[in-house]
């Protein structure tokens, strides 16, 4: 006799190595997208806090007042003065940053001539 097809009992084993297939690799997939995304978002970070002490470098001394010892620098200044270039979307959300609320504060601390600076980055999302 000559088959030509599969029959029920060899087409429900393949559909089951397919599903278990899906069930084993499903998350895996997933958790390496979700750790792309923050890998991205991490690097997003690192370019805004790296543009601020740019600006920082060229602002010190001329128009930073450092009320309370903080300056507060929003991506809008950031971006309008060439110090942040490229996308201002979020990777994680897909959305667009908040340019006026999404900022970087800057805190100087130590004595006068040797002041240290460190970063807080927040972003918003509109």
Do not use: C, W
Request: proline share 1%.
């Amino acid at each position: 006799m000559n088959k030509k097809g599969l029959t029920l009992v060899e087409l429900i084993a393949v559909i089951a190595i397919i599903a278990l297939l899906t069930i084993i690799i499903y998350p895996q997939v997933t958790k390496l997208l979700s750790n792309m995304k923050t890998n991205t978002n991490e690097i997003q970070e690192s370019s805004i806090k790296e543009a601020s002490e740019q600006y920082l470098a060229d602002h010190v001394g001329k128009d930073l007042n450092f009320t309370n010892n903080k300056e507060v620098v929003t991506l809008k200044v950031l971006i309008d003065e060439g110090y942040l270039e490229g996308s201002t979307k979020n990777s994680k959300t897909g959305r667009n940053f908040d340019l006026i609320n999404s900022k970087v504060t800057i805190t100087r601390t130590g004595e006068t001539e040797n002041y240290k600076y460190t970063y807080k980055v927040e972003l918003y999302d509109e």
